[in-house]
C-alpha cells in the first residue's frame, strides 16, 4: 500500500481521497491552516456519497498542516490552478527526489510553473473527466464516471509507474497511463472551454446543456481550429463527439467554475477561456464566438463581484 497525501480538499480532492483510504491506503490531508484543520476535525472525516446522495460513506482520515516534518511519498495537489504555486511551495521541503507529485489542475499554466519550481521531482499532470461536487466542506458527491489520463511532465528517463497506475485502478480512479501528456491537457482546456462557461452563464448543470446544441457546436468547431493552430492535431480529433460525451456522461455535476460562483470564490477563468482566447490572438486563430463568450463570462463575475481574471 502507498502512503499518499492530498492538498486541495475540494471535490475531486476529497473524491480520491476517500477511495484511497477505502482500498487501504495510507491517506493524509494536508490543510492550509489551523482554522481549517480544526473545522475537518470536527466533522466525521470526509464523506463520499452517490449521485443521488442515497448512500454516504464517512472515511476518518487523518489531517496535518503544511508544516508537518513528514516526508511525502505521493502528493496528490487538487487546488485550484491560481493556488498551486503557493500550495506546493508551501510542502516543497518535504519533497524528495522520490517523491512523486499528481498535478490535478484545470487549464494551462500552473503544472509547467510548478514543475519549473521542482526540477528534481517527478511531477504528473493530470487530466480528469471525472464529476462530482462537495455538498459541504469535506464531503464529495460522485456525480459521473469519467477517466484520468496520467502523464510525465517533462521528458524522463523512467519508466511509466505502472504500480500507480494500477493501484489508481484498483481504488475506483479508471486511469490510464500517456507519454503524449501535453495533448490531453489541451484536449481537456477545449472541453472545459465548451463546457464551464456555458454552465455558468445558463446556471445549469452539465447536463442541461444539451437545451443549447447550436452554441456547443460553434464553441467545438473553433476549439478544434485553435488546436490545430496550436499544434495539437490529434486533440482537435472527435472533438465535439467527445464533449457531447462529457456532458453525458457527467449530467448531474455542476461545473467547478459554476461551483465557485455560486460559493462565490474566484474562478479559473484565466487558465480556461481566458488562456484559449490569448493563444487565438497569438496564432491570429479567430474565435469570435469563444471570445464572445469569454465576454460575457466576465460581465456576469464582474455582476458578481468577482475577479474578471
Given at each position: 500500500m502507498m502512503t499518499w497525501h492530498i492538498l486541495g480538499a475540494g471535490s475531486?480532492?476529497?473524491?480520491?481521497?476517500?477511495?484511497?483510504?477505502?482500498?487501504?491506503?495510507?491517506?493524509?490531508?494536508?490543510?492550509?491552516?489551523?482554522?481549517?484543520?480544526?473545522?475537518?476535525?470536527?466533522?466525521?472525516?470526509?464523506?463520499?456519497?452517490?449521485?443521488?446522495?442515497?448512500?454516504?460513506?464517512?472515511?476518518?482520515?487523518?489531517?496535518?498542516?503544511?508544516?508537518?516534518?513528514?516526508?511525502?511519498?505521493?502528493?496528490?495537489?487538487?487546488?485550484?490552478?491560481?493556488?498551486?504555486?503557493?500550495?506546493?511551495?508551501?510542502?516543497?521541503?518535504?519533497?524528495?527526489?522520490?517523491?512523486?507529485?499528481?498535478?490535478?489542475?484545470?487549464?494551462?499554466?500552473?503544472?509547467?510553473?510548478i514543475q519549473t519550481m521542482l526540477p528534481q521531482v517527478r511531477c504528473l499532470a493530470a487530466s480528469s473527466t471525472e464529476g462530482a461536487y462537495l455538498a459541504e466542506p469535506f464531503h464529495s458527491v460522485f456525480a459521473g464516471i469519467g477517466h484520468t489520463v496520467l502523464g510525465d511532465l517533462q521528458p524522463t528517463a523512467q519508466a511509466a509507474p505502472a504500480d500507480l497506475v494500477e493501484a489508481l485502478n484498483a481504488a475506483h480512479i479508471p486511469c490510464s497511463w500517456t507519454d503524449q501528456i501535453a495533448q490531453d491537457l489541451w484536449r481537456k482546456l477545449a472541453i472545459n472551454c465548451a463546457i464551464n462557461p456555458l454552465t455558468v452563464i445558463y446556471n445549469c448543470n452539465n447536463g442541461a446543456l444539451n437545451t443549447y446544441p447550436e452554441q456547443v457546436n460553434t464553441l467545438c468547431a473553433e476549439l478544434e481550429q485553435l488546436l490545430h493552430a496550436v499544434g495539437q492535431p490529434a486533440a482537435a480529433q472527435d472533438l465535439t463527439q467527445r464533449?457531447?460525451?462529457?456532458?453525458?456522461?457527467?449530467?448531474?455535476?455542476?461545473?467547478?467554475?459554476?461551483?465557485?460562483?455560486?460559493?462565490?470564490?474566484?474562478?479559473?477563468?484565466?487558465?480556461?477561456?481566458?488562456?484559449?482566447?490569448?493563444?487565438?490572438?497569438?496564432?491570429?486563430?479567430?474565435?469570435?464566438?469563444?471570445?464572445?463568450?469569454?465576454?460575457?463570462?466576465?460581465?456576469?463575475?464582474?455582476?458578481?463581484g468577482l475577479p474578471t481574471t
Amino acid at each position: 500500500m502507498m502512503t499518499w497525501h492530498i492538498l486541495g480538499a475540494g471535490s475531486l480532492g476529497c473524491l480520491w481521497a476517500a477511495r484511497l483510504a477505502a482500498q487501504g491506503h495510507k491517506v493524509q490531508l494536508i490543510l492550509r491552516d489551523s482554522t481549517a484543520l480544526a473545522r475537518y476535525q470536527a466533522t466525521p472525516g470526509i464523506g463520499l456519497s452517490d449521485a443521488q446522495r442515497q448512500h454516504s460513506n464517512y472515511y476518518p482520515i487523518a489531517a496535518q498542516l503544511a508544516s508537518d516534518a513528514q516526508a511525502i511519498e505521493y502528493l496528490l495537489l487538487a487546488c485550484k490552478a491560481y493556488d498551486a504555486q503557493t500550495a506546493i511551495s508551501q510542502v516543497a521541503q518535504r519533497l524528495t527526489a522520490n517523491s512523486v507529485v499528481i498535478l490535478l489542475q484545470n487549464g494551462l499554466g500552473s503544472q509547467q510553473a510548478i514543475q519549473t519550481m521542482l526540477p528534481q521531482v517527478r511531477c504528473l499532470a493530470a487530466s480528469s473527466t471525472e464529476g462530482a461536487y462537495l455538498a459541504e466542506p469535506f464531503h464529495s458527491v460522485f456525480a459521473g464516471i469519467g477517466h484520468t489520463v496520467l502523464g510525465d511532465l517533462q521528458p524522463t528517463a523512467q519508466a511509466a509507474p505502472a504500480d500507480l497506475v494500477e493501484a489508481l485502478n484498483a481504488a475506483h480512479i479508471p486511469c490510464s497511463w500517456t507519454d503524449q501528456i501535453a495533448q490531453d491537457l489541451w484536449r481537456k482546456l477545449a472541453i472545459n472551454c465548451a463546457i464551464n462557461p456555458l454552465t455558468v452563464i445558463y446556471n445549469c448543470n452539465n447536463g442541461a446543456l444539451n437545451t443549447y446544441p447550436e452554441q456547443v457546436n460553434t464553441l467545438c468547431a473553433e476549439l478544434e481550429q485553435l488546436l490545430h493552430a496550436v499544434g495539437q492535431p490529434a486533440a482537435a480529433q472527435d472533438l465535439t463527439q467527445r464533449v457531447w460525451s462529457v456532458i453525458t456522461n457527467t449530467a448531474a455535476n455542476s461545473s467547478s467554475m459554476r461551483q465557485d460562483v455560486h460559493n462565490q470564490r474566484r474562478t479559473e477563468i484565466s487558465f480556461i477561456s481566458g488562456f484559449a482566447c490569448a493563444q487565438s490572438l497569438a496564432l491570429e486563430c479567430p474565435t469570435p464566438a469563444l471570445h464572445a463568450l469569454h465576454q460575457q463570462l466576465q460581465n456576469m463575475l464582474h455582476a458578481h463581484g468577482l475577479p474578471t481574471t
